[in-house]
C-alpha cells in the first residue's frame, strides 16, 4: 500500500522536458521546410537630413544599398551590408571657416551597417497584413562622409565620419514564395557627425562699406542672413529593394 501512494505516475520534470524537445524538432523541421536561410537586397532609395544639416544640403536621388541577411528562424534576421548617397551645398556667400567663396560642395554618405529585422507574427492578422510581411528593423552604422569642393582649388578634400544608429520598419511581398521579394524600408537614423558642431559655415557679418578697412572682400559677398552655425540634425531614408532568397 506505502508503495502505491508513492508512486504518482511519473516524473513531471521528464514529462515537461520531452514535451519541450518535441516542439523544438517540430518547430526546427518546420523552420528547415518553409523558411529562407539567406537573402540579398539590391536596392534604391533616398536620404535626407533634418535640422540645419537639412537646410545645408541639397540631396541627389537615388541613394543605393547592398543587403546581406542571414534567417536565425522564421522572426529573427541577422543583416549587414552598406548604403551610399551623394549631396551638395552651395555657399555663394563668405562663411567663417574659409578665406575665398566656396560654390558648390559635394558631400558623399558611404554607411556599413548591422543588425537584425524582427518579422511580426501576423498569422492572427488580415491577409493582406500577412502577405505584406511587417517587419522592424535596428541597426548600428559608421557614416563615412567626404567633402568635395568643386569650384575651388585653393581647399583640398575632407574626410570625417561618425557613429549612428537606425531604427524603422519595413513591408516586404512575395514575387515567388521563398525565391524573391519586393521590399520597402523606412529608417529614421541618429548619427553622430563629425562635424556636427562645426562653425565653419558659420555667416560671416556684413562689413561698413564706408571702412574700407572693414571690407577686405568684395562687400556684395557678405551678408547677415546666409550660414549656418552648426550642422546639427538627423537623417531619414527610404528605400525600395529586390530580394533574392534562398
Not at 47 to 63: V, W
Not at 106 to 123: E, H, K, V
Not at 178 to 204: G, M, P, R
Request: charged share 20%; with cysteine; net charge negative.
Amino acid at each position: 500500500m506505502m508503495d502505491d501512494d508513492l508512486n504518482i505516475g511519473g516524473d513531471i520534470f521528464s514529462d515537461f522536458n520531452e514535451d519541450l524537445e518535441a516542439a523544438q524538432v517540430m518547430e526546427d523541421e518546420r523552420f528547415y521546410r518553409y523558411s529562407r536561410f539567406f537573402g540579398v537586397n539590391i536596392g534604391l532609395g533616398h536620404t535626407t537630413f533634418t535640422g540645419n544639416r537639412g537646410a545645408a544640403y541639397e540631396d541627389q536621388t537615388p541613394s543605393y544599398a547592398l543587403t546581406i541577411m542571414y534567417f536565425l528562424n522564421f522572426q529573427n534576421v541577422f543583416i549587414m551590408g552598406f548604403e551610399f548617397s551623394k549631396h551638395y551645398m552651395v555657399l555663394d556667400k563668405y562663411v567663417n571657416g574659409f578665406e575665398g567663396l566656396l560654390g558648390v560642395v559635394n558631400a558623399s554618405m558611404l554607411r556599413p551597417f548591422f543588425g537584425f529585422r524582427y518579422y511580426i507574427d501576423t498569422q492572427d492578422l488580415g491577409t493582406a497584413i500577412t502577405y505584406s510581411n511587417p517587419y522592424l528593423v535596428g541597426r548600428v552604422e559608421y557614416w563615412y562622409q567626404t567633402l568635395k569642393f568643386a569650384d575651388t582649388t585653393n581647399e583640398d578634400d575632407r574626410q570625417g565620419g561618425g557613429l549612428g544608429t537606425g531604427f524603422g520598419f519595413g513591408l516586404e511581398f512575395p514575387i515567388e514564395l521563398k525565391k524573391s521579394y519586393f521590399n520597402v524600408e523606412f529608417l529614421y537614423h541618429i548619427v553622430n557627425f563629425n562635424d556636427k558642431f562645426t562653425q565653419d559655415y558659420a555667416k560671416v557679418p556684413a562689413c561698413t562699406e564706408s571702412d574700407p578697412n572693414n571690407c577686405p572682400r568684395p562687400s556684395e559677398h557678405y551678408t547677415n542672413t546666409a550660414g549656418f552655425d552648426n550642422l546639427a540634425g538627423d537623417v531619414l531614408t527610404f528605400f525600395a529593394s529586390y530580394n533574392f532568397s534562398w
